[in-house]
């Protein structure tokens, strides 16, 4: 019986007891009304035999034996058995001795869902002041006591208005137990609870159904408190014992988390929260409360906590990654400003202030593809491409980096056609990538297998190493944005943890998938993407060129940026490819330009103090004699176009210069 229930029970206006259906009859619940009755507490009752608590006191009080007769009709039939006036005396619990007692019994059944008796209710009137009178003697005369009843027609009368209000209440309180109790059967079920109920002393439990499930135990198994430590992984135990023994002791809530233990190793985290209930003399009297299973939150938790862990150790090599750039930059400056101006040096310089910078650019490039992809920015620029010509752009695009490292390229790729639906561009970034990633963690003089083939209605590309391999508890992982596998303390392989989850991103966008294997550390891995394949004949190819820098006709240009190096370098590389070019580091002296000066392009930085490069913009559209002129913003923030905007291009720092002079063409 679950703990409000029994506490329904316990609250009921009239004289009851809930007795087991075994031949000893074990009390299991009794109400107030009832303990009042027969001067006991739930400490001498609870738990014990009927009529081992209430023991016969002598022959003349012969209610035992006819109250076994009537327990076991309710048992034989299933129906209630209703009983005549009876003596049954009851132990003096203050004293020796036994108590005179008259009662009028009713014994009902509680069936389960199969018909049979699973409990039996005990409901009693106590009679004893209408038989012995108001100074507590025999108030009958002698003979049977029934004759006298008879007699006494309206004694009797107002006895059955007695019994039949009590019947009333009882209807009543037991509809309403019946409603709660079916109420509280409904939210266990649907919280999926386990129930768990412990007379004192503490040693059989009863647990319900979900409760043996939350444990792997069968059904039909019979609990102990010794069992229930067993079934506790063995590093719980210690605690969940302290507060079983607190709740007890020290009336504290049992609150505690803990594992449950399979007999095959399976593990299940369970919830378990409860009360100790007492009496009024402060005796415990029972162990009640619920379990609830807490494995999925447990792996919430857990995964969040790695989660929290990858992108801590990803903020930890950004910051680590981006230092290494600006040590050769920051010494580049510095020799500038204490060294001659030597040619040579100059040109080394260049060459070391341009590698770096690009290194950065790609580094902020890919956060800025993390950034779009997972706000769902990126758009996709669709033509028919063939993956022939694909394999083949990333494979040269990745050379220089293979042939430092001395790897063996073999291909093996398909005769059928092999056209895919896509952005031609970002489809080479995912294929250079593998391809990038197969180089770095493949050890010198290594070898690299690329394979595209056509598998029914899917494009297979797939990269394979004789590298470093997977951890077999990465391989699922390894796609997830910040995952990588272990890094080396020289950190050659470098890298951010972002390239792969592009890589996902990227083919998913274009409705395709990607899976890695590897047999295991030091036994290589393999990369493989899937892609739809489309059947229509492939759009003609643009004819290939070498970019061109040399403006095909000169511009006049103003660069308009706060920052004066950043205004200085790219008006110093305009100027190299034959425009006329003017900085300028403040916005009003842009809009204070005489008309002879008006350019032919204004390159306007965004974020500058004062006056934003927006508003620039917009008064630059307002002026008459700069209205027609381009107006091209150069922006960090690598905003999409808006709209009503004042821009005619936007370009994202740093400037990609050869795209740049092309746009200026």
């Known amino acids: 019986m679950t703990v409000e229930t029994s506490l329904v029970v316990q609250a009921l206006p009239f004289a009851i007891l809930v007795l087991d259906a075994s031949p000893e009859f074990f009390i299991l619940h009794g109400s107030d009304e009832y303990l009042a009755a027969t001067m006991t507490s739930r400490a001498d009752v609870i738990g014990r035999p009927l009529f081992d608590a209430f023991p016969a006191s002598s022959g003349e009080a012969d209610g035992p034996d006819r109250l076994r007769v009537s327990l076991n009709e309710v048992l034989r039939t299933g129906r209630m058995h209703t009983m005549d006036l009876q003596r049954y005396d009851v132990p003096n619990r203050k004293g020796d001795g036994f108590i005179v007692k008259y009662w009028l019994p009713t014994n009902l059944p509680v069936l389960g869902a199969d018909g049979q008796v699973k409990a039996i209710v005990h409901r009693v009137y106590d009679m004893t002041s209408l038989v012995q009178g108001s100074n507590g003697e025999n108030a009958l005369p002698a003979g049977d006591p029934s004759e006298y009843v008879k007699r006494s027609f309206d004694d009797l009368k107002r006895v059955i208005e007695v019994v039949k209000e009590g019947e009333r209440r009882r209807s009543a309180a037991e509809a309403r137990a019946t409603e709660a109790g079916e109420r509280l059967d409904l939210a266990v079920q649907a919280g999926e609870l386990g129930t768990f109920y412990c007379p004192m002393p503490m040693g059989k439990i009863y647990w319900n159904d979900k409760c043996k499930e939350h444990f792997f135990v069968p059904l039909d198994t019979e609990v102990t408190f010794d069992l229930f430590y067993q079934l506790i992984h063995p590093d719980d135990r210690a605690h969940t014992r302290a507060a079983v023994e607190a709740s007890v002791r020290d009336k504290q809530m049992y609150d505690v988390e803990y594992r449950a233990l399979a007999p095959d190793g399976r593990e299940r985290w369970l919830r378990a929260k409860g009360r100790t209930y007492f009496d009024a003399s402060g005796a415990p009297t029972r162990f009640d409360g619920i379990t609830l299973d807490i494995s999925r ?26 230092r290494n750039p600006l040590a050769p930059i920051s010494a580049a400056a510095d020799l500038l400003a204490l060294a001659p101006l030597e040619p040579a040096r100059i040109a080394r310089m260049s060459e070391v202030l341009s590698r770096q910078a690009r290194h950065m650019s790609g580094m902020l490039d890919d956060l800025l593809d993390v950034s779009r992809v997972t706000r769902g920015m990126v758009e996709l620029e669709r033509t028919v491409v063939d993956s022939k010509q694909v394999v083949a752009a990333a494979l040269e695009q990745v050379a220089p980096l293979i042939a430092q490292r001395g790897h063996r390229v073999r291909t093996q790729i398909t005769h059928e056609g092999a056209l895919v639906h896509g952005d031609e561009k970002r489809l080479v970034q995912v294929l250079a990538n593998l391809l990038g990633n197969a180089a770095r963690y493949t050890p010198v003089n290594g070898s690299i297998d690329v394979a595209l083939r056509v598998d029914g209605d899917d494009v297979v590309v797939s990269v394979a190493d004789n590298g470093v391999g997977l951890d077999q508890e990465l391989v699922p992982r390894i796609f997830d944005l910040f995952v990588q596998g272990a890094r080396t303390p020289d950190r050659a392989q470098g890298g951010l943890g972002l390239g792969l989850a592009l890589v996902r991103s990227m083919v998913e966008l274009h409705g395709g998938r ?22 229509a004949a492939p759009l003609a190819a643009a004819p ?10 000169p ?36 809009l204070a330009l005489a ?71």
């Open 297 to 322: 939150q447990k792996q919430v938790e857990a995964e969040l906590s790695r989660s929290n862990r990858q992108k801590d150790d990803f903020l930890a090599m950004l910051a680590h990654e981006l």
């Open 514 to 535: 990607v899976a890695a294997t590897s047999p295991g550390e030091g036994m290589g891995a393999t990369f493989m993407v899937w892609l739809p394949r489309h059947m």
């Open 544 to 553: 290939a060129g070498g970019h061109r820098y040399d403006a095909t006709q």
């Open 555 to 590: 511009l006049k240009i103003v660069v308009v940026d706060d920052n004066v190096d950043a205004a200085w370098t790219l008006a110093t590389c305009l100027r190299a490819i034959g425009h006329d070019v003017i900085e300028i580091n403040n916005p009003k002296a842009a």
């Open 595 to 665: 008309p002879e000066h008006t350019p032919d392009v204004f390159l306007l930085d965004i974020g500058m103090p004062e006056m934003d490069g927006r508003e620039l913009a917009r008064r630059l559209r307002a002026q008459a004699h700069t209205a027609g002129a381009r107006l091209i913003a150069v922006t960090g923030y690598a905003n999409p176009e808006e709209a009503d905007s004042p821009f005619d291009r936007y370009l994202v720092k740093p400037v990609d210069f050869s795209a740049l002079a092309r746009l200026l063409d």
